[in-house]
């Protein structure tokens, strides 16, 4: 990658603008608080695009600032050198889950990248910090992402740690190398990233002593949390959630596919009177359609993009929708939905 010259403004006049940005938003979710708390990440970043516009007006950055947000690293592009990622938690804390640390889809020429955190929980509150004295760790999910500490003081952050300035390490070729080698990781794929205030318990269960009802509100957790278990493949498609039972709950479970998929080919009824034959999976899924959607949209947003390892959209149901159909291509019915 090179690195943009295009250092003008200078990283000062954007502390300024920055803090401007903050003030402004602080300000202002004082008197729109319940509009605030009424935001999705998506709906953030139009916020945070709109309070930089304003408060660049009279400054070298007014005319600049672009809102690219979508798939692409970070959010905001200001005089094409400078970039703003958004985050936020409805909760009311100062952590969350930040983006991967590949940064596949970082725009070129961003070299100056700041994160605004909005506390969308209690007292709301905005805050704008540079992007890599805030990252104080990494999690694992399906690749590995900073883990987002507004709090953290100075020279605790992940580089630190690992004793390698953000921009070496965002510049070379495989930047999983010396974070897995940092961890002594052996596998990359999934463990408990500790974005949730819920532990396992101390006792470890087997599933078949689970009672109906906490069967049932794991069950419908699952097709939520794990869309690939409907019409993923049957090689490992129980792989995340067997983990996540394990880690969270303390729950073993030697033959998941019983409770998903077993009892081979199932009716279902459309709402015109037809019928067709599907798997036992999607029938219980259907069975489960009520709970499964009051999950889906009471589940905190941070948590859920961890889960689906993207960025939640306004709504919910259809993207749970197109991740579900995402992993084959059979007929199913979500006129219930």
């Not at 930040?98 to 209690?122: A, D, Q, Y």
């Not at 073993?252 to 199932?266: H, Y």
Request: proline share 4%.
């Amino acid at each position: 990658m090179i690195i943009s010259e295009n250092r003008l403004p200078s990283l000062k006049e954007f502390e300024r603008l920055m803090h401007s940005v903050d003030l402004f938003l602080n300000k202002d979710a004082k008197y729109r608080t319940a509009y605030y708390k009424k935001r999705s990440g998506l709906d953030l970043e139009e916020d945070v695009y709109h309070a930089v516009c304003h408060c660049a007006k009279g400054t070298p950055f007014e005319g600049t600032i672009s809102l690219v947000s979508g798939k692409h690293f970070p959010d905001i592009v200001a005089n094409q050198y400078y970039g703003i990622e958004v985050k936020s938690t409805q909760g009311d804390k100062w952590t969350s889950i930040g983006s991967s640390i590949l940064e596949s889809t970082r725009i070129s020429n961003v070299e100056r990248i700041f994160l605004t955190f909005g506390k969308l929980g209690g007292q709301i509150t905005f805050l704008s910090k540079p992007y890599e004295s805030c990252l104080s760790d990494i999690a694992v999910t399906h690749y590995p992402r900073y883990k987002i500490d507004m709090q953290l003081e100075h020279g605790q952050s992940i580089f630190d740690k690992m004793a390698i300035p953000y921009d070496t390490l965002r510049l070379l070729e495989n930047p999983v190398a010396p974070v897995a080698n940092y961890y002594k990781w052996e596998s990359l794929w999934w463990t408990s990233d500790n974005l949730s205030e819920e532990v396992a318990p101390p006792k470890v269960r087997h599933w078949k002593v689970i009672d109906k009802d906490e069967k049932a509100m794991l069950l419908a957790q699952a097709y939520v949390l794990f869309p690939e278990i409907i019409l993923g493949s049957p090689r490992d498609k129980y792989d995340r959630f067997a983990l996540w039972l394990a880690t969270k709950h303390g729950v073993i479970n030697t033959s998941l596919r019983d409770d998903f998929s077993a009892g081979g080919q199932q009716e279902i009824v459309m709402q015109d009177g037809s019928s067709y034959m599907t798997s036992a999976v999607i029938k219980r899924m259907e069975n489960s359609i009520k709970a499964i959607k009051i999950f889906l949209l009471e589940i905190p947003e941070d948590m859920l993009s961890i889960f689906w390892d993207c960025r939640i959209s306004r709504d919910r149901i259809s993207q749970w929708k197109t991740l579900v159909l995402s992993y084959g291509a059979r007929k199913l019915d979500f006129s219930k939905v």
